[in-house]
Nanobody, 124 residues
Framework: QVQLVESGGGLVQTGGSLRLSCAAT????????MGWFRQAPGKERDFVAA???????YYTDSVKGRFTISKDNTKNTVYLQMNSLKPEDTAGYYC??????????????????WGQGTQVTVSS
């Protein structure tokens, strides 16, 4: 079992930055792919970014060049640095752990463990 706890969300103006953290307990994240998903009110939960056990990263097109996913295996924590935030980035952000194939990174069903989420609100 892996327990995931997100933090770092909040209210920020357009163009601002936030760094989300996801602290894992129970098992080391070094052998998992760690992902970030987001869900806006009334919408489905969508893939944002993932980092594989090797450190390879994956991003959805809308955040490329603005968001950076990283991890610190010594702290068992994964991060999502979000820059140049836009109102459309407003959502609950969820951390996930799993072992998806490279072709399945963006699918929720590829991940076995989920955090409770942290809210990000970007004001215009």
């Amino acid at each position: 079992q892996v327990q995931l706890v997100e933090s770092g969300g909040g209210l920020v103006q357009t163009g601002g930055s936030l760094r989300l953290s996801c602290a894992a307990t129970g098992r080391t994240i070094s052998t998992y792919t760690m992902g970030w998903f987001r869900q806006a009110p009334g919408k489905e939960r969508d893939f944002v970014a993932a980092i594989g056990w090797s450190g390879r990263t994956y991003y959805t097109d809308s955040v490329k060049g603005r968001f950076t996913i990283s991890k610190d295996n010594t702290k068992n924590t994964v991060y999502l640095q979000m820059n140049s935030l836009k109102p459309e980035d407003t959502a609950g952000y969820y951390c996930a752990a799993g072992r998806p194939t490279a072709q399945a990174m963006e699918f929720m069903t590829s991940y076995d463990y989920w955090g409770q989420g942290t809210q990000v609100t970007v004001s215009s």
